[in-house]
């Protein structure tokens, strides 16, 4: 069983920052991607960002230069830097990872999800 818990969200002002943060447990033997995406109301989830576990990372156009995704591989976590907050960035977001687990199997985990909320 592997549980993925964020936290970090919460109610910031415009042009405010957030840090969200990602902690994967449970018998993983293997985190290859981790990411972040988020969902407004009424909307499709969409990605914000991805980062392997080599470092590379992916970033939606909307939140290039804004965020930044980072990952540390000894702790199984993953972070979400985000800057110059803009109210359309308000959405639950939500981590990702592609484990490889006692399972025996490579899977999607998801987390519960956390609230962000940008006012104008």
């Known amino acids: 069983q592997v549980q993925l818990v964020e936290s970090g969200g919460g109610l910031v002002q415009a042009g405010g920052s957030l840090e969200l943060s990602c902690a994967a447990s449970?018998?993983?033997?293997?985190?290859?991607?981790m990411g972040w995406y988020r969902q407004a109301p009424g909307k499709q989830r969409e990605l914000v960002a991805t980062?392997?576990?080599?470092?590379?990372?992916n970033y939606d156009d909307s939140v290039k230069g804004r965020f930044t995704i980072s990952r540390d591989n000894a702790n199984n976590s993953a972070y979400l830097r985000m800057s110059s907050l803009k109210p359309e960035d308000t959405a639950v977001y939500y981590c990702?990872?592609?484990?490889?687990?006692?399972?025996?199997?490579?899977?999607?985990?998801w987390g519960q999800g956390t609230q962000v909320t940008v006012s104008s």
């Open positions: 980062i392997t576990s080599g470092g590379s990372t």
């Open positions: 449970g018998s993983i033997f293997s985190i290859h991607a």
């Open positions: 990702n990872a592609y484990v490889y687990s006692a399972v025996g199997s490579w899977d999607n985990y």
